[in-house]
């Protein structure tokens, strides 16, 4: 067995990131924390930007959900400071001094970014931060990709557009060592849906796989001699995979089948850690789809799984955890989402979301 036990460890937060080995970085409505570890106590490092309303209104956890009120995604800019995706903007936040700085408001139709990732000594790009456009995109426009580099006073920039009717959005971009490259993880539809390579700072971005649902991905692992990925699709059944090169063509390798699609996952030591999501079938009308508590065809049952486990030892299906009453949509699909763990022991800190007892609390988990 891979995880021993799970408990509650917070009530009310979600955590986000370790800091200096002994600190986890939490939110909670509308402010920013540090637990400390060792002496077990919560220190506020500041509140963020956001209108007096909007607070009052995350005080109650279903509007919160609704609303979509909490932070997406965090990284470390520096060693003190981090990157913060919160209310269509990315701030830059001191732990140490609290200070918080606009560090770049998104276009109006760009969305919140579903992930943000460093790029760090990968030959042929610049050291710095990417991420990607994800919203709706119902009329198919143009996604682009933005950068920006390492320096105090760099500014974000587009450094490259798929042209309109390529993609609906961009899910995740992975930087790779092995092959010195991004892996740009695309959606939605099948003939959008792929893993794509980027190269040479963008200069060169072009398909591996493309064009079915088992190429929709949000989460994947580049290894030394392939690419272990999970599918995102309400539409079909869902696997963990590995892509990999045989005579100058990719291919992929079904793993083992998952209980619906996988938004979150991490890597953790030794082990890949992937959560699946509760959702309907997005392919039916609008307004029923924001209400709908019917899963999608490619959702086995109204469980959020977790997977824990390599390609040599095998993966292994831990904690199951039931969706709630509420709609899947308007309300949040049923998931696990993980913080990000650097140096703190064996233990994994997750945030079920939209599911029975245990919704809106940081469980701990020893892996």
Known sequence: MYVKNFKVFLRGFKPLISYKKKYLIVYRKGELHLYNFDAKYIKTICK???????????????????????????????????????????????????????????????????????????????????????????????????????????????????????????????????????????????????????????????PLVIGKQIYRSCVAFPLQNQIVYATDTPFEENFICALYEENNTWKTKKIIGINGSCIYGLKFNDKLIFSTAVEPDSRINRFLYLFTNKIGPGIKNKKVQIIIGNIEKGFLSTILFEKDWAPMVLCQFGTIQFAQLFGYENKLFMYPVSVKKYENMILSIEI
């Open 48 to 206: 963020l930007p956001t209108s007096n309303t909007k607070i009052i209104l995350s005080k109650f956890r279903l509007l919160e959900r609704i609303l979509r009120l909490e932070p997406r995604k965090v990284i470390f800019f520096n060693e003190n400071q981090i990157l913060l995706i919160f209310d269509k903007r990315i701030y830059k936040i001191n732990i140490e001094t609290s200070e918080v700085k606009l560090d770049y408001e998104l276009p109006t139709q760009s969305g919140n970014p579903l992930d943000i990732r460093n790029i760090e000594n990968i030959q042929g790009f610049n050291d710095g931060f990417v991420f990607g456009e994800y919203n709706n995109n119902k009329n198919r426009n143009e996604i682009s990709i933005f950068f920006r580099g390492k320096k105090e006073n760099d500014k974000w920039s587009i450094v490259y557009t798929f042209p309109k009717n390529t993609i609906r959005h961009i899910h995740s971009i992975i930087p790779d060592p092995f092959r010195n490259c991004l892996i740009i993880l695309t959606g939605d539809d099948s003939i959008e849906s792929g893993i794509w390579i980027a190269k040479n700072h963008f200069s060169q971005v072009y």
